[in-house]
């Protein structure tokens, strides 16, 4: 049973001390939730119990503390997918929820699986799932004064192997701030989150980057081609380097490997495959 992380990217982690020490606390007490929690369930339900805590944390670009769009609105985004049974799920753009991936887990068994806008939020009413305003006094901040230089790429997701063998991927993300309202990431594409028998990836960065490499999708089809995680990965991320493409993973393979890696530093990233390992 094996489980990785990540919390998007921290280009200021080698200057701001006190945060970095503070994401590093936050990973490590989730992945060890995580961990424990895959325990007793598989992995589809650890990846989404695993998300929400990362989404319930504002130190994070996801759920609570998500980037607001250029017109001073949050619309989030998140997906989930089962390796067993090859099912993708997903929300875009969805506003006034505290928990995208939980309305992601709820549209698995349904027939029309990818929901956005009103039509995702009518869907999370529907469901018994009420109104929450993911805004922190910080994200205002920031939106009112532009300080675009502070802004941190921090999608969160989850890969989780568990005792059956199965995988599951799930991604949620904020957007990246001040974007065109409407704005599609690569977190609920599968692009930005894949998994079937073989791998599970989770991807992080510049969306529109990931989607024109098709990264996870296609790391995992590597993988299931008989590559192994490592080389299936840098070889998709050296496909970005032609435009200077701005991604990082994290992933697990059936046969138990985890690889976390990206274009640019600095993702950062929790594992536990019975220890723990945490980003420096």
Request: some cysteine; proline content about 2%; charged content about 25%.
């Amino acid at each position: 049973m094996k489980i990785i992380i990540h919390g998007g990217f921290f280009s200021e982690s080698r200057t701001n001390q006190e945060v970095k020490q503070a994401k590093q606390q936050a990973l490590k007490e989730i992945v060890e939730a995580g961990h424990k929690y895959l325990q007793t369930h598989n992995a589809l339900e650890t990846v989404v119990y695993t998300v929400r805590l990362l989404e319930d944390c504002d130190l994070f670009n996801a759920g609570t503390g998500s980037q607001i769009q250029s017109d001073g609105k949050i619309r989030l985004s998140a997906s989930l997918m089962d390796g067993k049974t090859q099912r993708f799920s997903g929300v875009i753009n969805i506003e006034d929820v505290k928990n995208p991936i939980c309305i992601a887990e709820k549209l698995l068994t349904y027939d029309d699986r990818v929901l956005s806008g009103k039509g995702a939020r009518d869907f999370a009413t529907e469901n018994g799932i009420g109104y929450y305003n993911p805004e922190t006094p910080q994200r205002r901040h920031e939106y009112e004064q532009k300080l675009r230089d502070s802004i941190r790429l921090g999608t969160v997701g989850c890969v989780a192997l568990d005792i059956y063998g199965d995988l599951a991927a799930a991604t949620s993300t904020g957007g990246k701030g001040f974007e065109i309202p409407g704005r599609v990431s690569d977190s609920a594409t599968t692009a930005g989150n894949y998994a079937n028998a073989y791998a599970g990836i989770s991807c992080t960065g510049v969306g529109e980057d990931i989607v024109s490499g098709s990264v996870a999708s296609k790391i995992v089809t590597r993988v299931t081609d008989g590559l192994p995680i490592s080389a299936a990965t840098d070889k998709s991320l050296d496909e970005l380097k032609p435009f200077n493409g701005f991604a990082g993973i994290v992933g697990i393979s059936a046969d138990g490997h985890i690889y976390h890696a990206d274009t640019h530093p600095y993702m950062v990233w929790a594992l536990h495959d019975g220890d723990v390992e945490v980003f420096e």
